[in-house]
């Protein structure tokens, strides 16, 4: 009778070893093939402040959020928040017009111009008339694989309104590699 342990054989040892090592090797291999090349996840992540006294608006506070759960990088987003009905509320966030980025945008290392900024000139007719607020970030390195990106300092304040109306803002992203967009696994609803 052999005794496992010490006394086991080196050779047989080694090759059990490489045989598991084989084995992870091709289900890791196995995983990383069915992971798509050009994927991303986008949700909001927020709070809601009740008003103190009747008649003060709602004020919805938070950020939105990109992580590319793909395995190559994603070139170039474009953001898409998009409030329904539109013209609810008050909307706004850290995106410049393309006119200022250079006066107060944020500058790369290699002195460029980098930021939030709205994609079409007449974005705050869109955004009046379809509720609709493109944005791009200017300068963007690529969002390799893991990476993830930020819409900071979202405010969305909600007048008082009648019971039963409701108001969402929802979001999506769009890449080079995603033109067809990916929406968010959330949206923001607030219902009186």
Do not use: C
Not at 76 to 104: A, C, E, H
Not at 112 to 125: F, I, K, N, R
Request: hydrophobic share 35%; glycine share 8%.
């Amino acid at each position: 009778m052999q005794r496992k342990g010490r006394n086991a054989d080196p050779v047989r040892l080694a090759r059990l070893y490489r045989q598991k090592a084989l084995a992870y090797k091709e289900k890791f291999e196995n995983l990383r093939r069915r992971t798509p090349p050009h994927h991303a996840e986008a949700w909001f992540r927020y709070t809601v402040v009740l008003p103190q006294r009747e008649g003060e608006p709602v004020l919805v506070v938070g950020s939105f959020d990109v992580k590319n759960t793909g395995s190559e990088s994603l070139h170039d987003p474009v953001v898409l928040l998009r409030m329904t009905p539109p013209n609810t509320g008050t909307f706004s966030t850290r995106v410049l017009d393309p006119q200022w980025l250079t006066v107060k945008g944020v500058y790369t290392a290699r002195g460029a111009p980098t930021g939030w900024v709205y994609v079409h000139e007449d974005w705050q007719e869109r955004a009046r008339s379809g509720g609709e607020y493109w944005i791009r970030l200017q300068g963007a390195p690529p969002l390799e694989p893991g990476g993830w990106l930020r819409v900071d300092a979202l405010q969305w304040q909600l007048p008082h309104q009648t019971p039963g109306f409701e108001a969402r803002l929802e979001g999506f992203v769009y890449f080079q590699e995603k033109r067809d967009g990916i929406a968010a696994g959330n949206s923001i609803a607030v219902s009186f």
